[in-house]
């Protein structure tokens, strides 16, 4: 977890990669139904157009048929969900079905100017079509009104694993890597 623009989407592809699990994203996985042309691209387009998120019933769908491909059944690594409280009640039934648990949910913190700064940089060079200021800073919000609140929701299960994003990426992965290993070891 963590807000838009913290770093989720390299950090999630270098730890799976470590654990021979595949990383799950759902922001890549819309962008590839929209680059595509599929029903489930244009239906989601029009929500990360505007930096709203998609209808949970539309997101919980695709992620389940993600976790039930063959890949996934050693484990897996989802970045960018559960972003609602309705997402972390679905994947609790999900995993609960395929016998999986939550092993931790490691959450990366970055100050909201760094990021909207790091996102800006990247609209120059990957050409995201939901990189442009306004859409955002729409994302940040949605994201402190949808999202923060289930930070709350797994350090109460003891789940939570808060790891600080600035600085270079390999450091950052070694801290999640730090703090990983005190998971397994309890
Ligand atoms: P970000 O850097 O904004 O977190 P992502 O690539 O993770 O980018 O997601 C891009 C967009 O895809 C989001 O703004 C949202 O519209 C949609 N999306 C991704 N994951 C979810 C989710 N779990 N629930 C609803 N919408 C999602």
Same mark, same amino acid.
């Given at each position: &977890? =963590?807000?838009? =623009? %913290?770093?989720?989407?390299?950090?999630?592809?270098?730890? %799976?990669?470590?654990?021979?699990?595949?990383? +799950?994203?759902?922001?890549?996985?819309?962008?590839?139904?929209?680059?595509?042309?599929?029903?489930?691209?244009?239906?989601?387009?029009? *929500? &990360?157009? %505007?930096?709203? *998120?998609? !209808?949970?019933?539309?997101?919980?769908? &695709?992620?389940?048929?993600? +976790?039930?491909? !063959? $890949?996934?059944? !050693?484990?897996?690594?989802?970045?960018? *969900?559960?972003?609602?409280?309705?997402?972390?009640?679905?994947?609790?039934? &999900?995993?609960?079905?395929? =016998?999986?648990?939550?092993?931790?949910?490691? /959450?990366?913190?970055?100050?909201?100017?760094?990021?909207?700064?790091?996102?800006?940089?990247?609209?120059?060079?990957?050409?995201?079509?939901?990189?442009?200021? $306004?859409?955002?800073?729409?994302?940040?919000? +949605?994201?402190?009104?949808?999202?923060?609140?289930?930070?709350? /929701? *797994?350090?109460?299960? =003891?789940?939570?694993?808060?790891?600080?994003?600035?600085?270079? +990426?390999?450091?950052?992965?070694?801290?999640?890597?730090?703090?990983? %290993?005190?998971?397994?070891?309890?």
């Amino acid at each position: &977890m =963590g807000p838009p =623009g %913290a770093g989720k989407g390299t950090q999630a592809s270098t730890i %799976a990669a470590h654990f021979g699990i595949p990383a +799950i994203s759902t922001g890549d996985i819309f962008r590839a139904n929209v680059s595509k042309g599929t029903e489930l691209g244009i239906e989601a387009k029009r *929500y &990360m157009d %505007a930096g709203e *998120y998609v !209808p949970d019933d539309v997101t919980n769908r &695709m992620v389940r048929n993600r +976790i039930d491909e !063959p $890949d996934a059944t !050693p484990g897996f690594l989802l970045d960018g *969900y559960p972003r609602t409280l309705a997402q972390v009640e679905e994947l609790d039934g &999900m995993i609960g079905f395929t =016998g999986h648990s939550l092993d931790a949910v490691v /959450v990366l913190t970055v100050n909201p100017e760094e990021l909207v700064q790091r996102l800006l940089e990247r609209a120059k060079t990957e050409g995201r079509a939901d990189d442009t200021e $306004d859409v955002i800073r729409r994302r940040q919000e +949605i994201y402190a009104e949808q999202t923060e609140p289930l930070i709350e /929701v *797994y350090r109460e299960r =003891g789940a939570l694993i808060e790891v600080d994003g600035l600085g270079e +990426i390999d450091e950052v992965t070694e801290r999640i890597f730090a703090a990983l %290993a005190t998971v397994h070891q309890s």
